[in-house]
């Protein structure tokens, strides 16, 4: 049996492993990526792409890439309810920060904003780069059979279904990014709270030029509620896949009455009628079927295997979570891998990948699965309900936009049940505001921020130990810059400015003594980075001459208020202790 040895082996080409690859080969970090399906996703699956993840695509140098086959982000905001493409709207909201009274949140949170790509166009931009990079070995097609683990590494059985050959991988470490049938996680013996199956959906990928139905609501969603023909989130969710003229439609179904009929000329009636224009062509792609679960693993390592995405967080689509949660996962853990396998930091440094994202996950697959409830409101509101006639949900509709004070009662709650929807559509703060505290976060001593919003709908900016690092535009050789785009890249980042010159000193003396690298950058008027708008200022938590030491993964993980010998003595230790080695 052929033996293969790699520092790494990646099980699973989606967006949670090829983002693992992607970031180990920008770190220079030999490994294999093995996927037993012949080639990337083949339909649009996950598509929302928020700005936590499309910052971790610019940290990887992609984030062009992306923005260029991606629906901009100001075509996805007009969320629309309505009867049908060309029947009765009952609603609208501004989604995604691109209505006026969220835009400037997103605005300010990141130097990158959101986009709608699907799985099968993101993909192949990882994976082309991946292979540009020239360190990964990457093979499709290759499935893996058992993996085995002691204290010297990982022993994992591959088949080449192509040939029929098993391969042996020896690895120090296997990441599990195998999606929601895991057999890493099943190896593993995981434990998984939660349910499975607490629903049931079809998705209908079909092509159909519908621009003059939407061009003056452009937007990623589109929900269709029929009268008489309601099942939880209406009868179809179109999603947009390519501007105007590709799409998903979504509906679910209730498996008491049986499996839905699915044939090409069931579902392209059901299409029409939603459509509503009868000299639209439908062309059908591609039918899937699939559950909603609502699981999530309570540890996501143990020993040398460590699990990203789906394969420890299982839940519906809602909120646009999934790929984006799967992406941070890979690339929290990719600089730990690094650090580890360079020799820099101690393994117990890997613990911390765990402590920090299950907690993300846990709250992911609860968000996501209240916002599939907070769904139902909208058909209720509208008086319809299942069983009714077609005729009385009708009559009901008509009733809720009729004068008098039963009408104005309706609306209002309409009105209620669509605002609602913000903590799905508009939920900032799940997006960007994660909290880690694990052992590669040290506490500078001051409490935890007081939300000042609700901290689900708002990202609050901080420097706190454990936040993620804000975002402040700055200029270097009249070049706009972002703080995002200063740190990174693999590597630590110290952070100081006006007079804080002796941080340099103490990072050159760390550098010497413990074979690491620190990257330093001074902002301030006259320094090599400027705070033109004062923003980093306002924002930093820490006097001039303080410090804010930055991760790779653009996490703070200390900081100083300001640069005394207590905090400059302070800094060695700070350091072994992320690292694992004190």
């Known amino acids: 049996m052929k033996t293969i040895d790699t520092p790494v082996l990646v099980v699973g080409g989606g967006p949670a492993g090829l983002t693992t690859s992607l970031a180990l080969s920008r770190y220079g970090i030999s490994h294999m990526l093995v996927s037993k399906y012949p080639g990337t996703a083949n339909s649009p699956r996950a598509h929302i792409t928020n700005q936590g993840a499309m910052e971790v695509f610019r940290d990887l140098g992609v984030e062009q890439q992306v923005l260029k086959v991606a629906t901009r982000s100001d075509w996805m905001g007009n969320n629309a309810w309505a009867t049908g493409f060309n029947g009765t709207e009952i609603g609208r909201l501004s989604t995604w920060g691109q209505g006026p009274e969220r835009r400037s949140d997103y605005d300010k949170a990141s130097p990158t904003g959101m986009c709608n790509i699907g799985q099968h166009l993101l993909e192949p931009i990882l994976l082309d780069t991946i292979r540009d990079v020239a360190v990964a070995d990457v093979r499709f097609n290759h499935e893996l059979q058992s993996f085995s683990q002691d204290e010297a590494g990982v022993l994992s059985r591959v088949l080449d279904r192509a040939s029929g050959e098993v391969i042996t991988v020896r690895s120090q470490y296997l990441v599990g990014a195998d999606g929601a049938r895991s057999q890493v996680v099943e190896g593993l013996e995981l434990t998984l709270d939660g349910e499975m199956g607490l629903g049931h959906a079809a998705n209908v990928w079909f092509e159909a030029d519908l621009s003059h139905l939407v061009d003056y609501r452009p937007s990623v969603l589109y929900w269709m509620l029929t009268p008489g023909n309601d099942y939880w989130v209406g009868s179809g969710t179109f999603i947009n896949v390519k501007p105007w003229t590709e799409w998903v ?75 984006n949660t799967s992406v941070q996962d890979g690339f929290n853990l990719a600089w730990k891998l690094k650090w580890v396998l360079e020799g820099k930091a101690n393994p117990r440094l890997l613990e911390s990948y765990s402590a920090e994202r299950q907690p993300v996950g846990r709250q992911v697959v609860d968000r996501a699965m209240q916002s599939v409830g907070n769904m139902a409101p909208i058909p209720a509101a509208l008086g319809f309900e299942p069983g009714q006639t077609e005729a009385q949900g009708w009559d009901n509709l008509h009733r809720t936009f009729a004068p008098g004070e039963d009408g104005r009662l309706r609306r209002q709650k309409l009105a209620a049940a669509i605002e609602l929807q913000n903590y799905q559509f508009n939920a900032h703060g799940v997006e960007l505001g994660q909290r880690y505290g694990s052992s590669a976060v040290v506490p500078d001593g001051t409490p935890a921020p007081e939300y000042r919003q609700d901290p689900e709908l708002y990202y609050q900016a901080s420097t706190w130990p454990g936040c993620r690092l804000p975002h402040a535009w700055l200029n270097r050789d009249r070049t706009k810059l972002s703080t995002h785009d200063i740190v990174g890249k693999g590597e630590f980042t110290l952070l100081t400015g006006i007079g804080g010159e002796a941080w340099q000193d103490v990072v050159r003396s760390i550098e010497d003594q413990m074979g690491i690298h620190i990257d330093v950058r001074v902002i301030g008027a006259g320094q090599d980075y400027i705070d033109c708008f004062g923003d980093w200022e306002r924002l930093r938590g820490v006097d001039d001459d303080g410090c804010v030491l930055v991760r790779p993964d653009h996490f703070v993980a200390w900081r100083a208020r300001s640069c005394t010998d207590a905090s400059l003595g302070t800094l060695p230790g700070v350091i072994e202790k992320i690292l694992g080695r004190s």
């Open 249 to 323: 439609m979504l509906f679910m179904y209730d498996l008491k009455e049986g499996e839905p009929v699915l044939s090409e000329a069931t579902v392209k009636a059901r299409i029409a009628r939603l459509i509503g224009d009868d000299s639209v062509e439908i062309k059908i792609k591609a039918v899937s079927q699939w559950q909603i679960n609502h699981i999530v693993a309570q540890h996501y390592s143990r020993g040398r295997v460590f699990c990203v995405g789906d394969a420890v967080h299982r839940h519906p689509p809602a909120n646009g979570l999934g790929s």
